[in-house]
């Protein structure tokens, strides 16, 4: 080929025509605080939505007032607070059907003065509001107050997270993108505790929730201190979980229990038995590693076992964060009592090599070849476009992961021959006889050293948020189509007790024909039998479509909330990475003209 | 004198000051002899440099002319220097490049295999490797030609090897040289010459110098040479592992844009404005790390190149030294023995001779490398840290900005 080369310099990879402009305004109090938070996307929820919701009893009937004490709110908690009961109205499941009339009454008067409060949530504790649990007006008042204390702790075990947080209520409540409802409620913010006006306002949100469909929850859980306990091949790990919450249903506000990974997998099973009957996505787990954990349990010491404990430790995090934050899934006794309870019977079955482990592997192989059996009669497209998009979508995630995992090795790389190479310098800068040059020559090899620190955080903000961000939903993607599989399920049991029952009509007709009426009474009884299963399962079926479509909007929802937040704070790393850079070449380049 | 490229890409942007001097700072640009290359030829096998001189000296025919040469006829000028006895004393100027054809023949193959790929990758990606690979064959032609061009200057610049007559040559006679290439026989007999000349150079290296200055030069360039060499080899590795995060930015902006056009959803519009991100700071990261690599590899490459050359001076003038006290003992037996006692005398004197010219230009050569050395560096290292603040301020003006958007949006 023949290339017409310039004559150019070699620079021109250097210079960029457009000269920056260094004077950007710095950003919001706000931004910079979420900046600051510590990395789980609760506390992304709690910042950009201000704040953690109360569930007021959780369940019919299982409601007693709680007995909270009057602590003093600091300033500004309450407007937060009070956003968090309309926000709970909504996300209570069907059961509080009674509970929505006095809502609308109460909307009326949540545009008046927040300061009615009181009186206007006597009212709303009448008929269903019972269940709310207020029964008297002090309790509300200092429910709120404990809810707002709650909220003013957000995020797990940090302390010095409370007066982040009240600044940030402070900005929030001043944050123009907020519509105008919520800038009602910042404003009414001063007057401190025991003011019911807090009751007066989740009415109002209680709409704004329906359009807005905030997400809020109020358990607070924390995996941490990650210990080996014991020695050799019977070894583990065992992890400290905190819970945090103010929810009725626990026993106390704040516990903690020491669990083991299979303990996390049980928890799983558990619960993969249980709700995805109901077409629930199910958050699954990390995933086993033989390898990884072997070498934990040699010695905790390197630094590949270090790095994959803590993966292992910020995934069992994330796990818990949000099962906790799915409505059905809080609910679930198993989920209690794997937060809660002291000691939990080790979950065996979740061994790969155990006879349950061998039974998960066949039930899983006969679904497979049932599934293809009998092709679903799909009445509603919206099922088929959606699994396609989900499929699409897992295979793209799939291939965008690959490469972010080539690119943390690559920065991994980068961070060892960059080490390797500030070594050489600083040898070179010992050779060299002029004393300024080799005065310069060191300094470089000190940035460079510290080049290789700034790369090997790049790494790790690379893979922890990036490349496990995009895991977590590979496999989470994987779980929605698993719900998605359990409709068809559903169908084909219907589709199958329908044919059943067809059978046992004609058989009846038979019998009917033959004259046999001994036979014949039996043959009703199961006609009957089976028409209620078929009914049953209709509507199991019609509920389950009803839930998976449910499921996957929340899905998506979070899904698009978590890669905005984990995205950006990716971004943010970034950020400071090149600012940190900034400052080490600006502190170089007086040495390097200082060369004489 | 500078033209544009014809398949610049848009990475290329015209850079004020001239790129080879970027590598040896003090050279006298004085009117009286000015070399350039001013554009060059790539085809096929070969590189067609076109030479262009300024000059005011009176040998030459006019004031400024140019010639079209091959690489094969910078190594026979470069030849030419070292076979010749009486540059011994003087720093070899370094040719730096062994053989530039590989480098182009590595990139042909990536751009054929890109070729032949050509089904499996959507269109973008297609361009987009295609132009990629376009501009990485053309940094390697421009780094041929700067190579060239130091060469050509720094002949200039020496006060006694700018007055060889075959540089003239080289430099205004416009019709072929006609210089082959070394046959085989040429290059067998040039690879035993280095064998014997290493192993001399062990003996010779061993003699210890009465000399306090070249002593300490001696171990001074040993251990340099040693360490520059170790500092080049692992350089290069850290660029090479730059270059490859930044072509995975590449690959991840190519795939969050896939996953952007999937859909018009709020995701899908943030997921392209990321993507389009990750192209530009990609596009930075690159640029780090092309300059890292011109300011800093290449600085230790001609450096290691010179200091080589250096040593083998050194191993000249020793060599210069055994001979003439090998000289000295020849005289010595012959006045004993009293036999051909004029020819020993005349041999002597000559060694003697050979051996103080030797020393006088190599000690100037040796105090003129090291100026050269401090000035050079001290001129790559601060352009290297403004390059890399300028590009690390871009980068994060890009980010900031980035991130505002993107948090405005949510």
């Not at chain 1, 995630?397 to 021959?417: F, G, P, Q, T, Y």
Request: aromatic content about 8%.
């Amino acid at each position: 080929m023949v290339l017409d080369c310039g004559r150019k310099p070699e620079n021109q990879h250097a210079s960029c025509r457009k000269t920056p402009s260094w004077d950007s305004k710095p950003r919001t109090t706000f931004y910079q605080l979420l900046h600051h938070t510590t990395s789980r996307s609760q506390w992304h929820h709690l910042l950009l939505h201000g704040v953690s919701v109360i569930h007021i009893g959780d369940q019919q009937g299982s409601l007693q007032p709680p007995t909270f004490p009057i602590p003093s709110l600091p300033p500004g908690t309450l407007s937060l607070t009070t956003r968090t009961m309309a926000s709970s109205a909504d996300r209570n499941p069907p059961p509080f059907p009674a509970s929505e009339e006095p809502q609308p009454e109460l909307s009326d008067m949540a545009e008046g003065d927040s300061d009615e409060g009181e009186d206007i949530f006597v009212s709303n504790s009448h008929p269903a509001s019972v269940s709310r649990g207020v029964s008297q007006p002090e309790e509300p008042a200092d429910l709120f107050s404990e809810e707002a204390t709650t909220t003013a702790k957000p995020n797990g075990v940090h302390s010095d997270d409370d007066d982040l947080f009240a600044e940030a209520q402070a900005d929030l409540s001043s944050d123009p993108s907020s519509d105008s409802t919520r800038k009602d409620l910042s404003s009414s913010s001063g007057p401190p505790s025991a003011r019911s006006p807090a009751a007066l306002q989740p009415t109002s949100l209680e709409q704004l929730e329906e359009d807005e469909a905030k997400d809020i929850f109020d358990v607070d859980v924390a995996v941490t201190n990650p210990e080996k306990v014991g020695d050799g091949m019977n070894a583990y790990v065992a992890y400290k979980v905190s819970t945090r919450t103010s929810l009725p249903m626990f026993k106390s506000k704040a516990f903690t229990a020491r669990r083991r990974f299979s303990d996390f997998l049980g928890l799983y099973e558990k619960l993969s038995a249980k709700q995805s009957l109901h077409g629930c996505i199910i958050p699954p787990p990390p995933e086993k590693s033989v390898v990884g954990m072997t070498k934990v349990k040699v010695g905790m010491d390197d630094p590949s076992s270090v790095e994959f404990v803590e993966k292992r430790r910020a995934a069992l995090e994330r796990y818990l964060q949000r099962i906790v934050s799915h409505p059905l899934l809080l609910q679930d006794p198993d989920v209690r009592e794997f937060l809660e309870r002291d000691d939990l019977p080790r979950a065996v079955n979740t061994q790969a090599l155990s006879g349950a482990g061998f039974l998960k592997m066949i039930t899983k192989a006969s679904d497979a070849v049932s599934k293809m059996t009998i092709k679903m009669n799909e009445s509603d497209t919206w099922f088929e476009d959606k699994f396609q998009e989900v499929d699409m979508e897992e295979q793209q995630l799939r291939k965008l992961h690959a490469v972010v995992d080539s690119l943390v090795n690559h920065r991994k790389e980068l961070c060892m021959n960059t080490a390797v190479f500030a070594k050489s310098m600083a040898m070179l800068g010992n050779s060299e006889d002029n004393t300024a040059l080799s005065r310069a020559l060191s300094q470089l090899a000190e940035v460079e050293d510290k080049m290789e620190q700034l790369h090997q955080e790049q790494a790790g903000s690379d893979f922890f948020i990036f490349a496990e961000l995009l895991a977590d939903y590979i496999r989470l993607l994987g779980a929605v189509r698993g719900c998605f599989d359990q409709r068809v399920r559903a169908w084909q049991r219907w589709q199958e007790a329908q044919s059943t029952l067809q059978k046992k009509r004609e058989a009846e007709a038979k019998l009917l024909w033959a004259n046999k009426p001994d036979k014949l009474q039996q043959a009703k009884e199961e006609i009957a039998e089976w028409e209620a299963k078929v009914t049953q399962y209709e509507r199991d079926f019609d509920r389950i479509g009803m839930t998976v479509r449910k499921e996957v909007l929340r899905f998506e929802k979070e899904k698009a909330k978590d890669f905005k937040s984990q995205i950006i704070k990716y971004l943010e790393a970034m950020l400071q990475s090149q600012q940190r850079l900034i400052k080490f070449w600006e502190a170089f380049l007086p040495e390097a003209k200082a060369i004489a | 004198m500078q033209q544009e490229g014809l398949d610049d890409g848009p990475d290329f942007l015209s850079e004020e000051d001239r790129g080879p001097r970027a590598v040896n700072v003090d050279l006298e640009m004085d009117a009286t002899l000015q070399v350039d290359i001013s554009d060059a030829l790539s085809e096929r096998d070969k590189v067609k440099f076109t030479v262009h001189t300024k000059s005011t000296l009176p040998n030459f025919k006019q004031n400024e002319f140019s010639v079209v040469r091959q690489h094969e006829e910078f190594i026979w000028l470069h030849d030419s220097f070292v076979e010749n006895e009486d540059y011994a004393g003087y720093i070899c100027l370094v040719l730096c490049l062994a053989d530039p054809r590989p480098d182009f023949d590595a990139s042909r193959e990536k751009l054929q295999k890109l070729g032949e790929g050509e089904g499996s990758m959507t269109k973008e990606e297609f361009t987009k490797m295609k132009q990629e690979l376009e501009a990485e064959y053309l940094a390697i032609f421009k780094k041929t030609v700067a190579m060239h061009e130091v060469f050509l200057c720094r002949v200039a610049a020496h006060p006694i090897l700018r007055k060889d007559l075959n540089f003239h040559v080289f430099l205004e006679y416009n019709q072929d040289l006609s210089v082959r290439g070394k046959n085989k026989k040429e290059k067998l007999e040039d690879f035993f010459k280095n064998v014997v000349k290493s192993a001399d150079g062990v003996l010779v290296a061993g003699v210890k110098d009465v000399d306090d200055f070249f002593e300490h030069e001696k171990t001074f360039l040993l251990e340099y040479h040693n360490r520059v060499k170790d500092a080049s080899a692992k350089c290069d590795r850290m660029i090479r592992s730059h270059k490859n995060a930044a072509d995975d930015m590449n690959r991840i902006a190519s795939s969050l844009y896939t996953l952007g056009t999937q859909d018009s959803t709020d995701l899908c519009k943030f997921f392209l404005k990321v993507s389009e991100l990750f192209e530009k700071t990609r596009k930075i990261e690159a640029r780090v790390a092309a300059d890292e690599d011109l300011k800093l590899a290449d600085l230790l490459k001609y450096y290691l190149r010179e200091s080589q050359a250096a040593k083998d001076l050194l191993y000249r003038r020793s060599r210069g030294l055994v001979d003439y006290e090998n000289a000295n003992k020849a005289l010595d037996k012959a006045r004993a023995k009293n036999r051909d006692v004029l020819q020993a005398e005349t041999n002597q004197q000559l060694c003697c001779h050979k051996f103080e010219k030797i020393s006088e230009s190599a000690k100037q050569e040796l105090i003129d490398f090291k100026t050269r050395r401090v000035a050079a560096f001290r001129k790559n290292l601060v352009e290297l840290a403004e390059l890399e603040l300028k590009h690390a301020k871009g980068n994060l003006q890009l980010l900031q900005s980035c991130v505002g958007v993107l948090k405005g949006n949510t």
